[in-house]
């Protein structure tokens, strides 16, 4: 199982951290909502639990992933995108076999 996440995404994360001072790197999760039934979690994380799995992309900086959500999530690509006047994360997830309209939800 495993988890990437581009240049552009890994140095977006890796300046927030430096602002905040702390941090270890991501949460990324799924939960239930939306239309579609799944929405994605993106968190910044200051502890890892025991029970986490762990993705080192770059040395101090890494992507934390619950058990339940990993089964959702693998091979998944974090990505950092600006498209004109707006940027974000985009989560290319090869499980995905439907997303809503909105897109901010999807199915596996």
């Known amino acids: 199982m495993a988890i990437s996440m581009t240049d ?7 300046r927030y951290l430096e602002k905040r001072g702390h941090g270890e790197g991501v949460r990324l999760g799924v939960r239930t909502s939306g239309c579609s039934g ?3 979690v993106l968190e910044f994380v200051d502890d890892v639990q025991s029970e986490d799995e762990v993705f080192e992309v770059q040395q101090n900086l890494k992507i934390i992933i619950d058990p339940k959500s990993l089964l959702y999530l693998d ?5 950092f995108v600006k498209e004109g006047l707006n ?6 997830n090869p499980n995905v076999s439907s997303e809503c309209g909105c897109g901010e939800s999807f199915n596996v």
């Open 87 to 92: 940027e974000g994360f985009k989560f290319n």
């Open 8 to 14: 552009a995404a890994a140095n977006h994360v890796a």
């Open 38 to 40: 799944m929405a994605y």
């Open 75 to 79: 091979g998944t690509e974090l990505d």
